[in-house]
């Protein structure tokens, strides 16, 4: 379970403190997920980095299984926009790389590993280098990365954005998959509207210029069968898109 | 691939050797013989005497290469990775990276001697500076996110130094040796003019003064191909060490 309460974050410089997210507060359970979408620059990815460890000087409170944040401690997959696989590391060795680091090597063996690239359409590219594979494909090695380490919670930065309209919808797809399988709560970061109702059990609209929620919404849709086809499906993600950019004109309009 | 570049540099020996050949006929003066007594002069003298002045030069290149390495290297990526670091060292790198290394030799010469530690530290000098900077621009160059997987996975320094600095910073650094070296072989040559009896530097001189000029230039021929040697070991190095580089 992730817990934030009362969430904030400045930032200082040397002449002024700028506020980029401030009183947050959500709550994902025991392996489920939450959308967070909004505009670029409302504060999303530092919401993100605040959760993954990566950003100690936060007021309030972040708590994942009852513990602060604290990467140490916890396992906490994260997913950076670009991917985040080491280029000069080999496919296999980029997967391992968490377990790795976090001295876990018991955590998925040889045999567990090679299902999941299969899973995942990658057995045979092991020995290659990143540059040397497709957009989805480095996709699919940092999800079977953050997946072969079964991480208390997995964040994901924009995680298939840079994916054209088909590979994109493959990869959730593939990713719905991997996290029924392994259950793991999960917190994406979006401005996609579709992609928040297509993996969001929970949405959450960050507003454009106070960094803060400005709707929680319980996703009705979630899980269903083919729910990309369901008429109901276009009257959510129109309806959720008429909502975020009335919220975000108002910004705007302040 | 690598067959046909073996056949392009053999191609361009062969050219270079030629013109030496033409030059020295049309010349005609004992200052530039022919590339042919040469090569059998030093058939004739390599073992016994030029052998253990390559030695010597080896092994002064190799320590002050060494030695800027584990200097430089460091500092370096003290330099790159905290920024706080870079502040203090900045100015004291730039400050002194212009000053001309061989200039200071006299007084490296009267500190540390005129045997090989004045010269081992004088190769040194030049290629530590090199290393610093090519190390610290290198591990500024890495973005951001790179780190992030790293760090929320609660990574020590040593893990962010293993799999990160080092393997991006490595490029840099070999391209930096490869550059200072060109200039450290000529700075060797002149530092073992200077108190030794040893080293090719010695010997070429020695050989001028004696109006040998078939030993002189089997001395030059055998520093070229000392600077090769390493050369190309650099090179290999590389495209072994960075063969991530030369994917796609």
Request: aromatic share 10%.
């Given at each position: 379970m992730i817990s934030i309460e009362n969430l904030s974050v400045k930032y200082k410089s040397?002449?002024?403190?700028?506020?980029?997210i401030s009183g947050i507060n959500l709550m994902v359970p025991d392996g489920g997920t939450l959308a967070i979408i909004g505009p670029s620059g409302c504060g999303k990815?530092?919401?993100?980095?605040?959760?993954?460890?990566?950003?100690?000087?936060?007021?309030?409170?972040?708590?994942?299984?009852?513990?602060?944040?604290?990467?140490?401690?916890?396992?906490?997959?994260?997913?950076?926009?670009?991917?985040?696989?080491?280029?000069?590391?080999?496919?296999?060795?980029?997967?391992?790389?968490?377990?790795?680091?976090?001295r876990a090597p018991e955590l998925l063996d040889r045999k567990m590993l090679k299902k999941l690239m299969r899973q995942l359409g990658i057995e045979g590219l092991g020995h290659r280098y990143p540059v040397e594979l497709s957009g989805g494909q480095q996709q699919r090695v940092a999800l079977a990365r953050v997946f072969a380490l079964q991480p208390d919670v997995l964040l994901m930065d924009e995680p298939f954005s840079a994916l054209d309209a088909?590979?994109?919808?493959?990869?959730?797809d593939i990713f719905l998959k991997l996290w029924h399988?392994?259950?793991v709560s999960t917190i994406f970061v979006t401005h996609y509207v579709?992609?928040?109702?297509?993996?969001?059990?929970?949405?959450?609209?960050?507003?454009?210029?106070?960094?803060?929620?400005?709707?929680?919404?319980?996703?009705?849709?979630?899980?269903?069968?083919?729910?990309?086809?369901?008429?109901?499906?276009?009257?959510?993600?129109?309806?959720?898109?008429?909502?975020?950019?009335?919220?975000?004109n108002q910004a705007w309009e302040n | 691939m690598g067959k046909l570049v073996g056949m392009w540099y053999l191609l361009a020996a062969v050219v270079l050797t030629a013109i030496w050949f033409v030059v020295a006929q049309i010349v005609d003066l004992p200052i530039i013989p022919s590339p042919v007594r040469v090569v059998e002069n030093l058939a004739d003298i390599f073992m016994q005497y030029i052998a253990i002045h390559s030695l010597y030069s080896l092994w002064r290149i190799v320590a002050g290469l060494l030695l800027a390495v584990v200097v430089g290297l460091p500092m370096g990526v003290l330099m790159g990775y905290f920024p706080k670091t870079d502040k203090f060292l900045a100015p004291v790198v730039y400050l002194t990276y212009p000053v001309p290394k061989i200039a200071l030799l006299p007084i490296l010469m009267l500190l540390f001697g005129v045997g090989d530690l004045s010269k081992i530290f004088m190769?040194?000098?030049?290629?530590?500076?090199?290393?610093?900077?090519?190390?610290?621009?290198?591990?500024?160059?890495i973005p951001t996110e790179t780190y992030y997987p790293l760090y929320s996975l609660g990574a020590s320094f040593k893990d962010i130094f293993f799999e990160v600095l080092w393997p991006a910073s490595l490029p840099k650094f070999i391209t930096a040796i490869r550059v200072a070296l060109a200039t450290a072989i000529s700075v060797l040559f002149f530092t073992e003019t200077f108190g030794t009896q040893y080293g090719m530097g010695y010997f070429?001189?020695?050989a001028w003064l004696r109006v040998n000029y078939l030993e002189m230039y089997s001395g030059i021929v055998v520093l070229s191909l000392l600077g090769l040697i390493l050369f190309t070991t650099i090179d290999f190095i590389e495209?072994?060490?960075?063969?991530?580089?030369?994917?796609?």
């Open positions: 040397d002449s002024d403190i700028y506020t980029a990815s530092t919401l993100l980095k605040v959760v993954a460890g990566l950003i100690p000087d936060y007021e309030g409170t972040v708590h994942i299984n009852g513990e602060e944040v604290n990467p140490k401690k916890q396992t906490i997959g994260f997913m950076p926009q670009n991917y985040g696989l080491l280029p000069w590391r080999t496919v296999y060795d980029n997967i391992r790389l968490g377990m790795k680091i976090k088909i590979t994109r919808e493959e990869m959730q399988k392994f259950n579709e992609e928040a109702l297509y993996l969001g059990q929970r949405i959450a609209v960050l507003s454009a210029n106070s960094g803060n929620i400005s709707m929680i919404l319980d996703n009705p849709l979630f899980g269903g069968k083919d729910i990309r086809q369901d008429p109901e499906f276009f009257a959510m993600s129109l309806k959720l898109r008429n909502t975020v950019k009335k919220d975000w | 190769i040194f000098l030049i290629i530590v500076f090199q290393v610093v900077v090519a190390v610290r621009d290198g591990i500024r160059a070429i001189m020695d495209k072994y060490a960075c063969d991530w580089q030369y994917k796609n």
